[in-house]
């Protein structure tokens, strides 16, 4: 137990996040959620800031391009599924480019058309489920309990953003960054 937290403590810290984005600018959106995670450890649903051995690309694509424009940033799901920033190429720094949900079994699909929206879309409080075709929702909100420290994070939120809470998640953010950027993502 001792050797398996030590190893989950090393993906933990900054500097193994911080290589993630291999010299890129990692956008100060998610180095604020960085600090408010390690007061506020569980504050969702198995989502985790965390480092990556870059390897764990290939589980996607052997592709050179994929694995340079591709970003993982975080766990998406306690089954394996990360998040990920989107290089699309059209030069777009990284707080604005696309977020992806990469998920070994079941594919890979936009949720967000950028940084700030996916962290609208955390105050939702629920884990992302692919089905090969489209990302879903893997709980009834009204059914389940909500997370450790949920209300902080909204709070937090608003605070540092000015951005209210996602009522409708399909709706208000995963529809419209579908509609944006996943014909471009899947022909990509």
Same mark, same amino acid.
């Given at each position: !137990? ?5 190893? @989950? ?11 993630? =984005? ?9 180095? @604020? @959620?960085? +600090? =408010?995670?390690? +007061? ?15 390897? %764990?690309?290939?589980?996607?694509? /052997? *592709? ?14 306690? =089954? ?16 604005? !480019?696309? $977020?992806?949900?990469? &998920? %070994?079994? *079941? ?6 058309? *950028? ?17 090969? /075709? #489209? $990302?879903? @929702?893997?709980? +009834?909100? &009204?059914?389940?309990? #909500?997370?450790?420290? %949920?209300?902080?994070? #909204?709070?937090?939120? !608003? /605070? *540092?953003?000015? $951005?209210?809470? $996602? ?5 208000? %953010? ?10 471009? =993502?899947?022909?990509?």
């Amino acid at each position: !137990m001792d050797e398996g937290f030590e190893g @989950l403590q090393k993906y933990r810290s900054f500097s193994a996040f911080k290589k993630n =984005f291999q010299g890129r600018e990692i956008p100060r959106e998610l180095v @604020l @959620l960085y +600090d =408010f995670q390690q +007061d506020h450890p569980n504050y969702a649903q198995y989502f985790l800031l965390r480092g990556y051995d870059l390897s %764990i690309l290939r589980n996607w694509s /052997e *592709n050179e391009a994929f694995q340079k424009y591709i970003i993982p940033f975080a766990r998406a799901t306690s =089954f394996g599924a990360i998040y990920a920033l989107w290089d699309d190429g059209s030069g777009k720094e990284t707080k604005d !480019m696309p $977020v992806v949900v990469l &998920d %070994i079994e *079941n594919g890979r699909d936009v949720v967000a058309e *950028n940084v700030l929206q996916f962290l609208r879309l955390l105050s939702y409080d629920i884990e992302p489920v692919l089905d090969s /075709e #489209t $990302v879903k @929702l893997s709980n +009834d909100r &009204d059914n389940y309990a #909500t997370s450790n420290n %949920i209300e902080a994070y #909204t709070e937090w939120l !608003m /605070e *540092n953003f000015d $951005v209210e809470p $996602v009522e409708e998640p399909f709706e208000e %953010i995963i529809g419209p960054a579908e509609d944006k950027f996943a014909d471009a =993502f899947w022909n990509w």
